[in-house]
């Protein structure tokens, strides 16, 4: 495969130019002549450059998808071999807490590679690359390195402290710092990378005054996340004790309850009452049918449905079963939705994205993302 940044120039694209842009604001945030360019504005001009679907709101393992490619985006600064971060596990720390050393380096291996699968299953991913814009003074270095997962059965340890834990697994270098429950791994600037020039603007503040007088636009409002208007987050677990739980015989195991004769695959997304609450009309009115797009891109029929409109449910109800059981969480038939599953898996909630009144889209969202979501949006509606 060629180059992003060969692409682009093949292409007479916008991407170096993009990047270029940015860089000479640095003056804005820092004084150093290493260019300053935060990462999310590199994911964002890359997936628009290149026209690449965002994935980095789902925060699973890839931060776009290129041409069904999975592409993780990292922006750093260069010394040559830099340990970066590639992996949280927050909610498997207590889990990882059990293990030491080797065993230890083993079990992050097996995490981090599931985190691989699940998005490559969430969004039909064939293979993987990292894309790299690592900083130096006045210059950007942009390569490509390999996105390989961690080989189990290759795993040696090189040195333990009492803060973190470096192995290898003959190919790659990884660090774990426990206190954090990040995985590091060493990426080598290569020769061969293509370097982009950049001249730092000493006075940014004075082209930006010149931008806006002459009223042109940085951004669209219309791209925005707004709470309650384009989108909103559902959990996939109650409490139980306060405890996160998956119930067992509801929502996501709605298949397992008792009463009557159930299909294998019924299943539904709860609705809870401070979504209905605080964001009336969000969703269509009960029973009425709209399309829920998956990241795949398959068009769902879902409607809201059950006593005081607290499920979201798919037609055939399997739809809904195959996509986020079986595609997603990988369980067979049979096999109970669990907190642990989804804390392995790194997500716990669902984002629903509204494009009109009748058409949604549906993608996970990190663990927490609910909770998060509840804090925000009561704070806003005390403001």
């Not at 990882?96 to 230890?104: A, R, S, V």
């Not at 795949?296 to 879902?302: H, S, V, Y």
């Not at 599953?341 to 997500?347: E, S, T």
Request: with cysteine; aromatic share 12%.
């Amino acid at each position: 495969m060629k180059t992003f940044a060969q692409i682009d120039i093949e292409n007479k694209g916008n991407y170096l130019k993009l990047l270029s842009v940015i860089s000479k604001l640095s003056r804005l945030f820092s004084e150093s002549q290493v260019p300053f360019l935060y990462y999310r504005a590199a994911e964002n001009i890359f997936c628009r450059s290149f026209d690449a679907e965002n994935l980095s709101r789902s925060d699973t393992a890839f931060d776009a998808s290129y041409l069904s490619k999975g592409v993780g985006l990292k922006t750093f600064i260069s010394n040559g071999n830099s340990l970066e971060k590639v992996a949280e596990f927050n909610s498997l720390s207590n889990t990882l807490q059990n293990f030491k050393g080797k065993e230890l380096a083993v079990e992050l291996g097996i995490f981090r590679n599931e985190r691989i699968d699940l998005a490559n299953r969430l969004y039909n991913i064939d293979s993987a690359i990292y894309h790299i814009v690592a900083r130096k003074e006045n210059e950007l270095q942009l390569f490509e390195t390999d996105y390989n997962t961690i080989n189990v059965d290759r795993i040696n340890v090189t040195k333990k402290s009492k803060s973190s834990l470096h192995f290898n697994d003959e190919i790659h270098e990884y660090s774990y710092n426990y206190s954090k429950s990040t995985l590091f791994r060493r990426f080598l600037t290569p020769q061969n990378a293509y370097k982009l020039p950049i001249e730092i603007l000493e006075d940014p503040y004075e082209t930006l005054l010149r931008i806006f007088s002459e009223k042109l636009s940085l951004s669209k409002a219309e791209n925005l996340l707004i709470a309650g208007k384009n989108f909103v987050i559902l959990p996939l677990y109650g409490h139980k004790n306060k405890q996160k739980s998956v119930f067992e015989k509801s929502a996501l195991n709605q298949w397992n309850a008792g009463g009557r004769k159930r299909n294998i695959s019924e299943v539904y997304l709860q609705i809870t009452a401070d979504i209905h609450n605080n964001f009336p009309g969000f969703f269509p009115a009960r029973d009425k049918y709209f399309k829920l797009k998956v990241p795949t891109g398959e068009i769902l029929q879902a409607k809201i449905c059950q006593d005081n409109s607290k499920a979201l449910m798919t037609n055939p109800n399997k739809a809904l079963s195959d996509w986020l059981l079986r595609k997603v969480l990988k369980l067979k038939e049979g096999e109970l939705a669990t907190i642990e599953k989804l804390n392995l898996l790194g997500f716990d909630s669902v984002m629903i994205q509204k494009q009109s009144d009748d058409e949604f889209s549906i993608d996970i969202v990190k663990t927490d993302s609910y909770e998060d979501f509840k804090i925000n949006f009561k704070d806003r509606l005390k403001r």
